[in-house]
């Protein structure tokens, strides 16, 4: 996949290390805990570093590497903006307020986890990282979801794993083999 022009804001071909750092550095302290729909504010609609098409592409083959889906496009994103340095600025970026904030939280866990109304506070925590990730897949999905077949293909994956209650893997099974044979007809 290479970056179009626009795919970058003004065709700007190469960001700071600076720039970097400070745009994951505010995807990892926003998206505490679920960076993926931050990352993807601060990418295509804040910054607009990426347009939605080319954020769609960059997660898409992301997915496909090893490893935390954002780390892998972070690392992406910086490496093909401005080498190894940014990469490392992107990830030290998305990485530094986290591990604080990780470290402080554990310290307070241990001393207050077991009072009720940490307990429940830490639920609706939960709910609200789910409501994001939904917000997100939603989002990344309308694209692609605006002719029959992806809406079928999305709509039969549901119904395997939601009514037939079929494993991830078997669903898998069914759904690629299908996948494909209705890409290669078009």
């Known amino acids: 996949m290479e970056l179009r022009d626009g ?3 003004g065709g700007q071909a190469k960001l700071t290390l600076f720039a970097l750092f400070s745009g994951f550095f505010q995807a990892g302290i926003l998206g505490f805990g679920g960076v993926l729909p931050i990352a993807r504010r601060v990418l295509v ?4 570093w990426l347009s939605e098409a080319a954020f769609n592409d960059l997660f898409s083959l992301c997915q496909f590497m090893p490893g935390a889906n954002i780390v892998n496009l972070t690392f992406v994103f910086g490496a093909r903006n401005a ?7 992107a990830l030290a970026g998305l990485f530094a307020a986290p591990l604080v904030i990780v470290l402080c939280l554990t310290a307070l ?3 207050f ?8 506070a830490l639920s609706g925590l939960a709910a609200a990282g789910a409501g994001l990730v939904m917000g997100t897949a939603m989002k990344i ?5 605006q002719a029959a077949r992806p809406i079928f293909i999305a709509g039969l994956t549901l119904a395997l794993v939601l009514l037939s209650r079929l494993s991830l893997p078997l669903t898998m099974g069914i759904m690629l083999p299908l996948s494909i044979a209705l890409a290669w007809r078009a």
């Open 83 to 89: 080498g190894l340095g940014g990469a490392g600025a």
């Open 109 to 111: 866990y241990a001393r």
């Open 7 to 9: 795919d970058i804001a």
């Open 45 to 48: 609609e804040q910054r607009k």
């Open 113 to 120: 986890g077991d009072v009720p109304v940490v307990q429940h």
């Open 141 to 145: 999905a309308a694209p692609s979801l």
